[in-house]
């Protein structure tokens, strides 16, 4: 799953909130 953790990274860089999401998205996938 290193791609997602790649898009993530890319995608919080773009947008801020995106961070909230990836928190959210990261214990759900796990």
Same mark, same amino acid.
């Given at each position: 799953? /290193?791609l997602?953790s790649? &898009?993530? /990274?890319? =995608?919080? *860089? =773009?947008?801020? %909130? &995106? *961070?909230?999401?990836?928190? *959210?998205?990261?214990p759900? %996938?796990?």
């Open positions: 799953m /290193e997602l790649m &898009t993530f /990274e890319r =995608s919080d *860089r =773009s947008l801020p %909130a &995106t *961070r909230q999401i990836d928190c *959210r998205i990261v759900g %996938a796990g």
